[in-house]
């Protein structure tokens, strides 16, 4: 248990997006990083409600096509595999602003954006490519389950793609200093995870058969 | 040491860049909503709740007027449905959490040592969201259908679509919307309270010394912050499942219903916990009070209520015993079931061992605590018997299960929250409520009550069923119910008389000290009311009960004596009010507002599929993002 003081309480208050560096806290931690981390521990269970039904209504398909009739594992192993990326990317962005290096931090924070958006790209292709092939929201419970979960984390993918281009256009405008980088930090945490559901999703869902 | 220390004269600012002018009030009617204080957000949950609880016992109240005779008229079916869904709906998310919410905002920050939250802006925004979602759930009344289809929701009664005709009208689209938006508000404040409690405490408030009402805190924050997302994933599959066809829980299609009930119970039986364990922690503040004891095994309560927090979670489907499980997940869920009631029974005996012995005061919390641990170990009992599943399968559906669950939502948590109103009003708003209402408030709901729910159990064996509007006449069943209506209206009787005291003793009553009670915990050493700023000085805290440590001592024979009032220990005990004007707090801010105001426009989109809504949903909501993250949580003075 910390024993950690606080000198002055006030102070800890302004690190609701710590603005004045690090605050004294009872862990060590600030408010705002933890909070996200406990954020980020709820949207598992989020989550994992749709990776459940998913996987319960797996063998139960009624009519229409089954995953092995739509699913284009190589092209979805590319579009994972640059969203992947796009975490060392993020990594490699947070480590140029730690250091002060500005420029890097924009091109890497761009980078990740950009493969974000690629991956994106890729989702709606492979959305429309479904639907050609028959599958949609309402022909079983396979495209109601897929659908919905991969949509969900889409979206998820999406707010975050905004998060990362608001703080690169806030660096363009010198607005992004070595002091706040526990802003880009916190984003990074974000988007690691929206990385990690992802891996889990093309494992369970893609790569297992039946 | 005591505020931040900041140069006075300064160059004049330039104005901070931001749309809308910070708001700077403090005082008046405004600045309730642009208010980022942690207690002012307290009374706001706490008087918009007690409206809510008000229309939620008119709701009972039309039930029973129904159901006070034979073949009753006073409602058709369907008003019945609504009523009794609208009333489990209220009493659980516009009730039950968000009264727990009022007491951990206002009590957590001062029982830690703290001068607020961990995210003051977030906090407010939490109850913005509560009162939003509420009105939205209310607004179907007047758009189209008030939700019908129970407080459970159970497909595929409510996923079908709307012109399945299962129910008509809007009202499981009003229901499912406005809980995933009430889930946006829980989430919010239960991590701000897991991040207050584990980050803000004062120096030397160590984990085992904070008060057992923080503890309780802290694991309801935990169980709110994971259990809500289960319920949010399985409204959002009836949402689709009712407007774009989708087919989770279409058994025709390979769906399954029943996945529907795993996913809420998954949430619905934590939040059992989410309900109680609040009500847990105020009986443990009252009772050494009213004692005169310290708490009879803080650490076995302390752990007890982590282990609840733990196995709350291997229970739910407890409640689906008659859904033909299978035979090893029956005994799994029932042996779990069973097993869960020992640290509860753990923390009767701890409540019991702490009353035990002590010079017992009766004034009217101790009244409420007592009753709650009477109430609520009816209740455990009863729930106990839900665990045995040829029992349980038995009991399924009927009044017994209503009697046991009001034992323990009612006669537990409604109980510790009036003995918690009674604690700590005076803290509050500087009055003392009237003792003598406050008994009668307390015998006239004590007796109420086991008028209401006790015949109950009797009922719920003879076979009357719930959720149902009527039943005929030769069932054996009029006097008992006739019985339970009249109850129904002394317990509105005792409300009505609390709403009195509130009334009188606000305009007319004694003001209270700082110390009423001669209490034990750091609230009790600020000013009544407590100032803006909480703390003049950042306590230090040295021992669990630090209060009362100040104030006593033991003898050299083990007699506890208060300490001279000249003491170098005594001295501070209780603070002095000062001008708190440079103690650096948070600012107001618009934004919370804002920012919710763009979510029932979202809802209306969804409920009424109507793209044009999104707009200025999506815009609003984006402004308000936008613009809370540029404005700093504390403006530079
Ligand atoms: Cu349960």
């Known amino acids: 248990m910390s024993e950690t003081t606080l000198p002055d309480l006030a102070h800890a208050l302004e690190s609701e997006i710590s603005i004045h560096g690090h605050a004294d806290t009872n862990t060590g931690a600030t408010n705002a990083k933890l909070g996200m981390w406990v954020f980020l521990s709820s949207e598992c269970l989020f989550f994992g409600g749709f990776i459940a039904a998913y996987l319960l209504y797996k063998g139960r398909i009624v009519s229409g096509p089954t995953p092995h009739d739509v699913y284009n594992i190589p092209f979805t192993s590319v579009t994972s595999f640059i969203l992947l990326m796009s975490s060392l990317t993020m990594v490699l962005a947070l480590a140029s602003i730690q250091r002060g290096d500005h420029r890097r931090f924009r091109i890497w924070l761009f980078a990740t954006a950009l493969f974000g958006t690629v991956f994106i790209g890729g989702q709606i292709y492979e959305f429309t490519e479904f639907y050609r092939e028959g599958l949609s929201l309402s022909e079983n419970v396979f495209g109601s389950s897929f659908f919905v979960l991969t949509g969900l984390h889409g979206a998820h993918v999406t707010a975050g793609i905004i998060w990362l281009l608001t703080l690169w256009g806030m660096s363009m405008q010198n607005k992004l200093h070595v002091q706040n980088s526990e802003r880009v930090e916190i984003a990074g945490l974000y988007w690691h995870f929206v990385d990690v559901v992802w891996i889990v999703i093309f494992t369970v869902v893609y790569l297992i058969p039946k | 040491m005591t505020t931040t220390i900041e140069k006075v004269i300064v160059a004049p600012e330039e104005p901070r860049q931001s749309v809308l002018r910070r708001p700077k009030e403090t005082t008046g009617v405004w600045s309730w909503f642009t208010t980022v204080d942690h207690k002012k957000i307290a009374i706001l949950y706490g008087a918009t709740a007690l409206i809510f609880f008000v229309i939620a016992g008119i709701e009972a109240l039309l039930i029973r007027l129904q159901l006070a005779g034979p073949n009753g008229s006073v409602l058709t079916a369907s008003q019945y449905n609504t009523l009794f869904t609208m009333h489990g709906t209220t009493m659980v998310f516009l009730v039950g959490m968000p009264l727990a919410v009022a007491f951990g905002n206002y009590l957590i920050p001062l029982q830690i040592g703290a001068r607020d939250v961990a995210f003051p802006r977030l906090n407010m925004f939490g109850f913005w969201v509560f009162l939003f979602g509420g009105l939205f759930l209310y607004s179907g009344f007047f758009l189209g259908g008030a939700p019908n289809g129970g407080w459970f929701g159970y497909t595929p009664l409510t996923s079908a679509p709307m012109d399945a005709g299962f129910l008509p009208g809007r009202g499981p689209d009003f229901w499912t919307i406005g809980l995933i938006m009430l889930g946006v508000g829980s989430v919010t404040s239960g991590l701000n309270f897991v ?38 994933a399985a409204l959002i599959m009836v949402f689709f499942d009712r407007n774009f066809s989708t087919n989770f829980f279409v058994a025709a299609q390979g769906g399954d219903p029943l996945l529907y009930q795993h996913l809420f119970w998954l949430f619905g039986h934590p939040e059992v916990y989410i309900l109680i364990l609040p009500g847990m922690g105020i009986v443990s503040e009252i009772l050494p009070v009213f004692a005169r004891k310290p708490l009879f095994g803080y650490s076995v309560i302390v752990f007890s209520g982590i282990a609840i927090g733990f196995l709350g979670w291997g229970v739910w489907a407890h409640h689906m015993f008659a859904t033909g499980l299978g035979p090893v997940a029956v005994s799994a869920f029932s042996l779990a079931t069973l097993l869960i009631a020992i640290p509860t029974g753990v923390k009767i005996f701890n409540w019991l061992g702490t009353v035990w012995g002590g010079s017992v005061r009766l004034k009217t919390p101790m009244l409420f605590a007592l009753g ?107 006097k008992l119910n006739l019985l339970v209506t009249v109850g129904g209206f002394i317990i509105a009787l005792s409300v009505a008389v609390f709403l009195v005291n509130v009334i009188v003793t606000t305009v007319k009553g004694e003001v209270a000290p700082e110390d009423p009670w001669d209490a034990r915990t750091l609230e009790w050493s600020i000013p009544s009311p407590v100032p803006e700023y909480n703390f003049a000085k950042v306590p230090q805290v040295k021992a669990r009960d630090d209060f009362w440590h100040r104030k006593y001592t033991e003898d050299d024979q083990g007699r506890l004596v208060l300490r001279p009032s000249d003491s170098a220990d005594y001295k501070g005990a209780v603070e002095e009010r000062v001008d708190g004007h440079d103690i650096h707090l948070p600012s107001p801010s618009y934004y919370p507002l804002v920012v919710t105001l763009g979510m029932p426009v979202l809802a209306y989109a969804a409920v009424f599929k109507e793209p044009l809504l999104v707009i200025p949903g999506v815009l609003l909501l984006l402004f308000g993002i936008y613009a809370w993250a540029i404005e700093p949580g504390t403006e530079e003075h």
Request: aromatic residues 20%; charged residues 10%.
């Open chain 2, 195 to 232: 991040i207050t409690i584990i980050n803000m405490r004062a120096p030397g408030m160590t984990l085992m010394r904070m008060p057992v009402f923080v503890w309780m805190m802290l694991v309801v924050a935990f169980l709110t912050v994971f259990a809500i997302p289960c319920v949010t």
């Open chain 2, 372 to 478: 709650f641990i009477a109430m609520f170990t009816l209740g455990g009992l009863s729930g106990v018997t839900h665990a045995i599943v040829p029992a349980d399968t038995q009991q399924t559906d009927t009044y017994y299960v209503v009697a046991h669950f009001h034992y323990v939502l009612f006669g537990g948590l409604v109980f510790a929250i009036f003995g918690g109103f009674a604690y700590w009003w005076p803290k509050v708003f500087g009055k003392m409520l009237n003792e003598k209402m406050g008994k009668i408030t307390f015998w006239f709901m004590l007796i109420g009550f086991n008028m209401t729910f006790f015949p109950m159990h009797f009922l719920g064996l003879q076979g009357q069923p719930r959720r149902t509007y009527t039943y005929a006449s030769n069932m054996g069943w009029d």
